[in-house]
């Protein structure tokens, strides 16, 4: 069953999400980059440029990295408080030919507190900005309404609010 449900974008123009259709190369990258990452698998980097730029937008603690090892340093930062966390897509939207927008939610638990991230997750985010099918930058959103603002998009075109 295809699902999908129009956002708006700033310039007026219609967008659709995508959670099950047939995709671009674009879409179909970043699809292959989510697989695993449901499966709390981060270990690949063969998707990204050398001189990829990683930021985690806002959150508990914010930071922007560079280059494949500065992606590692962000990942390990990022996931350093979690146990078996997992980044599940609710729907993709092509923004333009070089832009990808992930909705996600996160499963895991707090490392130290034990605390299931279910319980403070209200949706987040992944911006992907690819180029010649690589992805030159990452930004991760643990906010999407802060996503949706930064790209001027409406937030009712989220799949999942619907």
């Not at 922007?64 to 897509?89: K, P, Q």
């Not at 987040?124 to 996503?147: N, P, S």
Request: hydrophobic residues 35%; charged residues 30%; aromatic residues 8%.
């Amino acid at each position: 069953m295809v699902d999908n449900r129009a956002g708006r974008v700033s310039n007026r123009a219609r967008t659709t999400w995508d959670t099950c259709s047939v995709a671009s190369s674009n879409l179909d990258l970043v699809r292959s980059i989510l697989a695993p990452w449901e499966r709390g698998d981060y270990s690949s980097v063969e998707w990204a440029r050398p001189d990829i730029e990683y930021a985690i937008v806002d959150g508990p603690e914010p930071g922007s990295w560079t280059g494949l090892v500065g992606m590692e340093e962000g990942e390990r930062h990022f996931l350093r408080g979690w146990a078996e966390l997992r980044a599940l897509a609710d729907g993709y939207q092509e923004l333009d030919d070089e832009r990808v927008l992930v909705l996600v939610h996160a499963r895991g638990r707090g490392k130290t507190s034990g605390l299931e991230i279910r319980q403070i997750d209200r949706g987040g985010a992944l911006l992907f900005q690819l180029r010649d099918g690589k992805v030159t930058r990452l930004a991760i959103y643990w906010d999407r309404d802060h996503a949706f603002a930064d790209l001027g998009l409406a937030p009712e075109g989220d799949p999942t609010s619907e």
